[in-house]
Structure formats: C-alpha cells, structure tokens
C-alpha cells in the first residue's frame, strides 16, 4: 500500500483508470498511441521525495493510454538490491526496459519522449 507522498499518486492512478483521468498534452498522447513495440518503465522511489509523484503519475498515465507500456513504481528502502544494480543515487530513478536510466522529474511529455528515444 502506497504512503507518503506516493499515496496521491496511488489515487490518481485509480482516477486515470476508473474515471475521466487527466487531460495530457495532445501532441504527446498522439506520439504515446504511435509506439508500436512493448516497453517497461520502473519508476524508484522515495516516500519522502517531493518530485517522485509526479514521475510516477506520468508512467502510470502512459500505461493507462497504451497496450505497449507497463509501469510500476518501486519504492528502494525495499529493494536495497535494484539502488545497486541501476547504480541510483537520487530519485526519481526512472529505468526503461530494464536497460536505460534516468534521474529527474519528468511529467507526461517529458515520459512519452523518455519513451520514444530507448526504443
């Protein structure tokens, strides 16, 4: 069960899925719809860390518009072992097919070009 920060995060994803969801950028949700292969996005984080939310709610929003995205939010004083094998030394840590690492916020936009350059 998400808390912390992450607990909104949580109610937004269900608000995305089961409701009207958030309006997104256009542009990027008609680049979101083009992608044409599967994808994996690890969100880590923190339940202190402030810019967290934001990171998670993209990746869940990206998830929630396209059959090829997967999105999972991964809170690290869990999973000491994934800090190690990403090398992650501040969150939000964004991971793309288990390959690619990112740091920093990112909103919807932002994920969808995350998205579009790792394939």
Do not use: W
């Amino acid at each position: 069960m998400p808390g912390g920060h992450e607990f909104n995060s949580f109610i937004i994803a269900l608000y995305n899925v089961a409701g009207p969801g958030q309006d997104v950028d256009p542009e990027a949700e008609e680049r979101l719809k083009k992608l044409s292969r599967d994808v994996g996005i690890k969100v880590m984080v923190s339940l202190s860390c402030t810019m967290c939310p934001e990171a998670v709610i993209a990746a869940q929003k990206a998830a929630a518009l396209s059959e090829h995205v997967r999105a999972e939010m991964i809170d690290l004083q869990h999973y000491p072992e994934l800090k190690e094998k990403y090398r992650i030394m501040s969150v939000p840590c964004i991971v793309v097919n288990d390959r690619d690492v990112y740091f920093g916020k990112k909103n919807f936009a932002e994920m969808v070009e995350l998205l579009e350059t790792t394939l």
